[in-house]
Each structure stands twice: as C-alpha cells, then as structure tokens.
C-alpha cells in the first residue's frame, strides 16, 4: 500500500486498517523510510518556513527547530516500539518489534499531518490537538498488532502513553539543547523569545 492510502486508511477507516496491517510483513527499513520519513518532512518544513520566516525568530531557529522535529521522529518511533516491545510480556502481549514499530509509525500519522500547522507558529499548538487523535488510533491497534488480549488493552495502552510521552519529550529536549547549541542558539533566548 502506498503512503497516501496508508495514511488516508488509517486516519478514515483505522477499525478494518489495523487489521490489514496485521497480515502485512512489517519491514522496520521500509517503515521508516517510505512511510516516517516522508510524513516526519511535514512538521519540519513548516517548522523551517513558519519559525525561520513568519515566526519571531531567525532563519537558523527555524532550521534547529525543524532538524529538532526530524530527528526526533525517528528517534521517538524507535525509541517508543522498543520500549512497547519490551513491555509486551507483562501485558499478556506478543514480543515483536516489527509490529511495534508498525504500530507506533501508523499512530503517530495525525501527529506529523497536524504538523502542517506549524508554518505559522501562533496556531502550531493546532497540530498537537490533531496529533491526539494518535491515541485513539493506537487504542484500536494495539490488540492487533500486539496480540494483546482486549482485557489488557487499556492497560498496556495507558502504560505505552506514559513512555510515549516521556520518550517524546526527553528526546526532544535533549536534541533541542544540541541543535540550538550547534546553531549557536542558546536554549534560555528560545525560551524568552516564545520558542
């Protein structure tokens, strides 16, 4: 399936997506660059052009930023499947990182589509609300994509929403302190000027 019908689905239909995406191979490689790459590029385009040219800051803020928002797509997807992965046994779930991964990826889709709303920095908050949806989406796919069983789903899901958020915001604090530092950007003017 195809990145746009992928997300289109999963976003529309995710009841009979999850499904789909069960019996489907998962292929880590493929995951991450036919599907999070393309849809990481949306928050960090806008992050560039609506905090580089339209937000209060410079152009170098606005590529710090979108770098930000880049990598740490890729690090949370890995980061949050692993620890999914990991947690799997004590939920009565199956072990399987593909399938984590798939999971996770596919979850994150309104995340990076809200991310559009970052070309202008006043209203980016709008991708966040958007991004919530992700929840829901992981909500319907973690039985099927972690064989766990329905009686531990919310469990295991709340459990996964914890490390999700704390991986996120980890991940994207620490890379946040590197790449304003590597601009020459330092995190307390960010933090003053409303970053």
């Known amino acids: ?21 069960a019996v489907e191979e998962p292929n880590i490689g493929q995951i991450f660059t036919g599907y999070v790459l393309p849809l990481a590029l949306i928050p960090t385009v806008a992050s560039i052009i609506g905090w580089g040219f339209f937000g209060s800051h410079s152009f170098t803020y606005g590529i710090a930023t979108g770098l930000v928002a880049l990598i740490s797509a890729f690090i949370s997807v890995y980061l949050a499947a692993f620890v999914i992965d990991f947690l799997a046994p004590n939920f009565s779930s199956q072990k399987n990182l ?8 596919y979850s994150f889709t ?6 559009i709303f970052n070309l202008i920095p006043v209203i980016s908050w709008i991708g966040g609300l958007i991004g919530l949806y992700g929840l829901y989406l992981m909500y319907l796919g973690i039985g099927h994509m972690m064989k766990t069983p329905q009686d531990k789903v919310m469990t295991y899901l709340i ?35 409303g970053m």
């Open 98 to 105: 593909g399938r984590a991964v798939q999971l996770v990826a």
């Open 1 to 21: 399936m195809n990145l746009v019908d992928r997300a289109k689905s999963i976003i529309m239909t995710p009841k009979t997506e999850w499904p789909k995406i």
């Open 110 to 115: 309104p995340m990076w589509l809200g991310g």
């Open 159 to 193: 459990v996964s929403i914890i490390v999700l958020l704390v991986v996120y915001f980890v991940v994207a604090a620490i890379l946040g302190v590197i790449m304003f530092g590597i601009f020459g950007i330092s995190a307390l003017t960010a933090t003053m000027t």
